[in-house]
């Protein structure tokens, strides 16, 4: 008998290839007569091009060609990245014309025999630019002298506005104390361990392209890039293999996406870019740079009474396609107060585009909203001289507060955010740990304990694209399909895109369960447009857990329902009396009576009108799943830490993570997604950093200047799962983000109650070590 | 200028326990000739600077970054990538123990993982969670927070102990 596998952490289907080098990257794609390209990419942040001298370069060995702005022309339009109204947004192209906007600013693509020709040769085109001021830097970006990035436009301040939730003025009159700070963020990346790469194979027989590509979403770029290049629809593939990651920086249409794609229409011939790692970290995209300016009313005991909250984001220079940043800083709106109680808010959102690299979205790309607030609340209880852990108490819902629906518009329900909290506080024993902070301190040790509530919305509630001002709200719906083969076994067809969440796993689990059938009889396909089914957005946002899961499901059961049908004409047995166990239809109660699924599919295949009605061969079905009402899933992250006052180094001592995201698929996935999300939140407050000086040059192009976190500086990380409530249906909710969106705030939390004693406040979220002995200089603080 | 002659050689050098020739520019590194020369992309390029340790292959049996040794340098070495390790059927007792760990997600730093594990365990059978730590902290992985990889290299260990006894 097949154990059920849902639910059990079942061995990971990719992992026999993976493990064992087998896995196709991009980069370990071979067409024949491919062509390699290398980029000539701007070293100003900001420059006019005179004049670009390409001679020398095209004589170049093994060079077949150098393409320039004008000659992409001839076959890609312009980029036109699409927002809402009150967002300016430029048009460009894809390698700069006249004026570049950043370092690595693309201003011509060489194509030759093998990369390393075409690097030497990009070495010699000679581009003549006129360098003009730049700007690296909001706040200079927002005067009015401030050299303009899009000329065009008028202005770096591309958008602004406003939003007021109740009376916060009434809120403020009334108010017990006002806590006033600038909380900042700083810009960092999602660094995937393999960069983007494209490789664009024009079809010999003209016109159309078979694009491999390592991308989160085939099916949006194969939109994008028709659109772009004027390619038919059906004349352009995407497809995408084994991704080594992209937490949301392999999403949307890459400029160097467009030029690949449009040199290979131009030479007629394979074209392959691998972005190199410097390439990555300077233009692969980058995220999170955003100051809040809160002021917060709090009442007597510590109850949030009111916020006013002005967020600016830097954008960069070139705006995403795909995503317009104001979908950032509204749903930090939407979902600032969380699961807490608040009334009165008001919410100014100010967007600038600097020359900087573009923003794209990076795992929670909403995480900003629990770092404030959670530092919100730390200040609180400072200032009133409580615990963290009673302004929380204080102001979070209760189970009797929900269902419920914020000042913001967002409707919460089926989730309990104390659960998560009461459980994470008990496991931390605080007492034990105060009393061991005191002893520590008066040995001159600094001990710190901190925490953080996340709400993830996944999959996303209706309400919360409503509350983000987005009218048409589209219904999160997605669909698959399942297939039985002639030889009984089942292909899953998803449109999500793994990029290192077991997708071919997880999916194949529910599937196999529903067929009666073992893990190794189901594969899932995924990543061509030819096959799977549109989807805007393909993997992101945790949509394979919470919707992908709905549809296959949905899909298998249909499946079944066939199978059950074809079983019931052969056995002559009516369907109710047949079940599916172990890759066969058995009779119920009588498991010798069986047809197995092999013979199913074989004469389903074999016989018309055996399995349809309508002579259609085989047992093929589709399935789709709406999210509905959507559901929440709630973590609360807790730790402890030391900081080392002489080097500023920081150790964490403990890191606990306790959530609720429903029923679990696989649980050594969903840990993996949490570990991995707390490691890049503990990278982002300790190491990482996009630096770059106040004219925009970039200062962060290598590992050695970029710093990720290792295996010395992450440390064991326990994840909980407390029950949830079963809702009977598909009850499996996101995880991908929550553990990246909690860990900056937890760590920081920590941090601060490290070193509040001496004075210290964490307003930034970048705590890495010199910034530490910094913080300790400036309170004053003299080494012992 | 370009029309300097560009420096080539035919190496040979023994990996994954044959013998291979190999005609590379002089310039290229032992990952490009792992690579694209000899068609073994198990050994990956996260950053190509020497940082990231996703190109890590067994030289002579002790780790090197093959990003940053010259094909040529690897003149008569014997080299151990990714493929030497085992197959899908008959994985090596460190591949069966991130397996069983769920070690790795993307399966990217996958390769230099298992190469520093192997070379750790080939000197120390029996390490503990930090000096697992230790032994891999030059092999960067983005998303899984390392520890389910440090499980996976433990039970490689105990894998590979147990072969031994058997
Ligand atoms: S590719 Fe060799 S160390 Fe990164
Ligand atoms: S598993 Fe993705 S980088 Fe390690």
């Keep these: 008998m097949v154990a059920r596998l849902t639910g059990t952490s079942v061995h990971r289907v990719e992992d026999p290839r993976i493990l064992t080098g087998r896995g196709r990257y991009i980069d370990d794609l071979a067409v024949p007569d491919t062509v390699q390209a290398a980029f000539v990419r701007s070293p100003f942040p900001h420059a006019r091009v005179l004049g670009i001298d390409v001679s020398d370069a095209l004589a170049g060995p093994g060079v077949v060609a150098v393409l320039t702005a004008d000659d992409l022309a001839r076959v890609a339009a312009d980029l036109k990245p699409a927002g809402p109204a009150d967002l300016r947004l430029p048009v460009f192209g894809a390698l700069a014309r006249d004026v570049v906007r950043l370092v690595g600013d693309p201003v011509a693509v060489v194509l030759a025999e093998s990369r390393a020709l075409a690097e030497d040769a990009a070495e010699l085109v000679e581009v003549d630019y006129d360098p003009l001021p730049g700007v690296g830097d909001m706040d200079r970006a927002m005067e009015p002298d401030a050299p303009l990035v899009f000329a065009e436009l008028g202005t770096n301040v591309v958008h602004r506005s406003t939003h007021r939730y109740g009376d916060t003025e009434r809120a403020f009159d009334g108010a017990a104390h006002v806590v006033r700070e600038r909380f900042v963020q700083h810009r960092h990346a999602n660094v995937p361990m393999e960069g983007r790469g494209i490789l664009a194979v024009p079809d010999p027989s003209g016109g159309g392209l078979d694009v491999h590509t390592s991308h989160q979403s085939p099916h949006a770029l194969r939109m994008h890039l028709a659109d772009v290049l004027g390619v038919p629809g059906h004349a352009l593939r995407v497809r995408c293999g084994d991704i080594g990651g992209a937490f949301g920086q392999k999403s949307g249409l890459a400029r160097e996406d467009v030029a690949v794609a449009g040199a290979a229409l131009l030479v007629g011939r394979p074209v392959a870019w691998i972005e190199d790692r410097v390439e990555n970290l300077t233009v692969g995209g980058q995220a999170r740079e955003e100051r809040l300016d809160v002021e917060a009313a709090v009442g007597p005991d510590g109850e949030l009474r009111g916020l006013r909250v002005r967020m600016v984001l830097d954008q960069g220079a070139y705006p995403q396609v795909g995503f317009p940043t104001t979908g950032y800083t509204s749903i930090v709106r939407a979902l600032l107060p969380a699961a807490y109680r608040l009334e009165h808010f008001d919410f100014e959102a100010v967007v600038v585009t600097t020359n900087k690299a573009t923003y794209v979205p990076y795992r929670g790309p909403w995480e900003v909203e629990t770092w404030v607030r959670e530092r919100v609340l730390d200040v609180i209880a400072r200032q009133m001289g409580v615990e963290p852990v009673a302004v929380r108490e204080r102001n979070l819902l209760t189970p009797a507060s929900f269902p419920t629906t914020s000042c913001t518009g967002v409707e919460l329900q089926g989730f309990d955010p104390r659960r998560t909290f009461d459980d994470a506080v008990a496991a931390m024993d605080l007492p034990a740990f105060r009393d061991a902070q005191a002893e520590a301190r008066a040995e001159g040790r600094l001990l710190g304990f901190g925490l953080a509530n996340v709400v993830e919305p996944a999959p996303v509630p209706p309400s919360l694209i409503r509350a983000m001002g987005i009218m048409a709200a589209p219904r999160t719906v997605q669909e698959a399909r399942s297939r039985l083969e002639p030889d009984g076994t089942v292909t899953v067809f998803t449109s999500q895109q793994p990029h290192g969440q077991s997708h071919e796993t997880t999916l194949a689990q529910l599937a196999a369960d529903e067929l009666g059938i073992a893990l190794d009889r189901v594969r899932v396909v995924h990543g061509d447009t030819m096959l799977t089914p549109f989807n805007l957005v393909g993997t992101g946002g945790s949509r394979a857990a919470t919707l992908a899961s709905g549809a296959v499901v949905g899909a298998a059961r249909a499946v079944r329902e066939r199978v059950l049908h074809v079983a019931s004409e052969l056995m002559e047995i009516s369907p109710g009396d047949l079940e599916l166990v172990d890759g066969a239809v058995v009779a119920r109660g009588a498991p010798s009576v069986r047809t197995e699924l092999a013979e199913i599919g074989r004469l389903a295949h074999l016989r018309p009108g055996l399995a349809n009605a309508d002579g259609r061969p085989g047992i093929e079905e589709s399935a789709t799943f709406d999210s509905a009402e959507g559901t929440w899933s709630v973590a609360t992250h807790a730790c402890t830490v030391e900081v080392d006052p002489v080097t500023g180094l920081v150790q964490i001592l403990r890191y606990l993570v306790v959530g609720d995201c429903g029923a679990v698929i696989n649980p050594a996935v969903v840990d993996g997604q949490v570990r991995g999300g707390v490691a890049q939140g503990i990278g982002a407050v300790l190491l990482e950093r996009s630096a770059y000086d106040d004219d925009g040059q970039y200062l962060a192009s290598t590992f050695m200047d970029y710093l990720l976190p290792t295996t010395t500086d992450i440390p064991s990380i326990e994840v909980r799962h407390v029950h949830h409530e079963p809702t009977g249906g598909i009850d499996y909710r996101g995880v991908g983000e929550g553990g990246a969106i909690g860990a900056p705030a937890a760590l920081t939390s920590a941090i601060e109650d490290s070193l509040a004693h001496l004075g210290v406040r964490v307003l930034d979220q970048h705590l890495p070590p010199n910034r530490i002995v910094e913080l300790l200089d400036d309170a004053g603080y003299e080494l012992g | ?166």
Excluded: K, W
Aim: net charge negative; hydrophobic share 35%; with cysteine.
């Design chain 2, 1 to 166: 200028m370009s029309a300097e002659p560009r420096l080539e050689a035919t190496v040979s050098l023994r990996v994954n326990g044959e013998d291979r020739q190999v005609h590379v520019e002089a310039r290229r590194s032992l990952a490009d000739a792992l690579r694209d020369a000899l068609g073994l992309t198990g050994t990956h390029l996260g950053c190509e600077h020497g940082v990231c340790g996703s190109c890590t292959v067994l030289l002579d049996g002790g780790p090197v970054r093959s990003c940053l040794v010259l094909a040529v340098q690897a003149e008569g070495h014997d080299v151990v990538t990714v493929e030497g390790l085992g197959t899908p059927d008959d994985l090596h007792p460190v591949q069966h123990g991130c397996l069983e760990a769920h070690a790795f997600q993307c399966g990217f730093c996958t390769p230099g993982m298992l190469i520093s594990a192997v070379a750790l365990l080939a000197e120390n059978d029996d390490p503990d969670d930090a000096e697992i730590r230790e032994a891999l902290g030059g092999n960067l992985c983005r998303c899984t927070g390392y520890e389910s990889i440090v499980a996976g290299v433990r039970r490689g260990a105990e894998l590979l102990r147990l072969d031994g006894e058997g």
